[in-house]
Each structure stands twice: as C-alpha cells, then as structure tokens.
C-alpha cells in the first residue's frame, strides 16, 4: 500500500522532552481540549444536550458541531473547553442521514425511484421558513441519495449523503412535489458528520454512568473511551507534520514555512483548510494552504501554510525561533 505520506525530512526524531501524544494527555487536559461523539436523543434541542454534558462533566464552556433539531436524533459532536474552536471544521464537513419520508398519496417502488434520480447532484434550496439563515435560493449538493425500503406505497426509507447545510425537511418536500403526492419528513437520523460515526456514537447515559466511575472509584478507562483528543476531528483534513523547532513559532501566529516541514498528505490543495501537527501527532492549529502537494515537495524555501486558529498552548515547545 502506497504512504500516504511524502516524507520531507528523512530519519527525523522528536524531543521526548517536549509535547506530549494525545492518547497520553490527563482527564483535566480532555476535558480542555477533548470531543465526544454524543448520539443525541429526541425532543431536547442540540443545545439543551450541550448543557447537560457541561453539567454532567462540571465544565463551562462546551459547544456541538451543527444543529439537529428536536425531534432528529443521532450523531452531534460535542467539542470541549478550549476545543470548540475547532467545531469550524465540521460547518462546511459532508453529513450522512437515514431518513423516512411518507408520501401523502400511495406511490410504487419504481415511481419514486425514478424521482430520487433528479435529486442526486447539485439541487436547488430555499430554506423553511423556520430556519435559522436567511431565506434565499441555494446550491446544495446530494452525493448519494439511496431508496433503502419503501413500504405500504406511502413510507420511504432513505439514505441521504449530503453537503452541510442541506434541509432533509426540505428536500422531502420536494420530492413530493415533483411525485404530485405531496411529502414530508416523516422521521430523520443523522448517522455521520465529518469523520464522526453514528456507530460508535456514546450516550447521555454512557458519559454519566463513565464520569461517575472515574469521580468515584477512579477508573478511567471508560471515560477515555468517550472522550476522545481534539486530534478526532482532523481524520478527513489535510496535514503537515512539522519539527519542534517550527511548534512555538506557530503557536505566536507566525507562518508555516517549507524548512519547518517534516511530512505532509498527498491531498494538500491550494487554500484548502488542513491541519498543523506536532511530530507526535497533536494538534498545534488549523491552517490555510499557500502551496499544493506537488509543490511542497518541488520546493525548499517558502511559506506553505498560514495558521487561522491556534490550539497548542505557547511555550508548550521551546522558543528556539525567538534565537534566529
């Protein structure tokens, strides 16, 4: 299998002394700069669920990735202290739903399969009137749109692949628009935002009964399972792993240059939002591209990324770039 890496700098090592890898931080640091892949339950909105994880953990800051409304259950990342900064990174991250639509009229299975046909690319939107954006005529992009079941000729089971910022309620609707039955939403489940999975989705439940372990008896394992390192939310963006020596110079805002580079993906594209990653694998900020793949590997000297939210604390690493 082919690296999914182009190494920059051969046999580089890092500083045991400095940094720590995010499987190895303390409950107190998760807590700081952690997320958990909540599967919200129905009826409490998206930010009555964020509140009770604050009161669950005894935290004050806390903030989830993208709006499901009351009656909709499944996955909403919850990021945590520090850690909600880098919910930006879901806003724009493709969602996967499981939706039942019932049709007012009766329809057969082949009728609305040649329907859903139409729907799949780029369609046309205009946000329901109850909506939190301004109401005008969108693009919004279906990457799959699969009839799972469709029964008693009125009750569809769906499943939809979606850009952010698509409305299931809406584009319900409109498919029943163009059947000439009329629809609606008849129940929906987000099953996937970004790279977080409806599948390995914890509980209210779960993160109540794992902090009281850990509060009462110290047991940590069950915790850690739930809330997992800030680094979670970069598995679908694009990376450069940079030296220690660069760490510092990033974390007071300076700009990733091409000698600070020790390895980066394949899959680096010109302004793309990527992510800056100490050599032992933590997070040290969010970043716009300046270069492509192809040309950071051309090139020695340069600025290939410039940093637009800062995670790493400063000093974490030595300063060493205050010296040049």
Known sequence: MTSPFFVKVQNYHTNPDYGLSPEKRSISE???LGIINLDKPANPTSHEVTAWV???LGIKRAGHGGTLDPAVTGCLPIALG???RSLQ???PAGKEYICIMKL???KSQNEVEDI??????KIYQTPPVRSNVKRQLRVRKIYALELIEHLDSQFSLLRIKCEAGTYIRKLCHDIGLILGTGAHMHELRRTQTGPFDVKKCKTLHDLADAWYYYNEGGDESQIREIIQPIEAICVHLPKIYIRDSAVDAICHGAQLTLPGVVQFTKNVDKNSLLAILSMKGELVAFGRSVLTSKKISELKNGICAKPIAVFMEKGTYPSSWKEI
């Open 104 to 106: 007012h009229e009766a």
């Open 54 to 56: 604050k009161q669950i």
């Open 30 to 32: 998760l807590l700081n």
């Open 89 to 91: 990174v879901l806003l």
């Open 82 to 84: 520090r850690a909600t």
């Open 116 to 121: 859903l046909q139409i729907f799949r690319g």
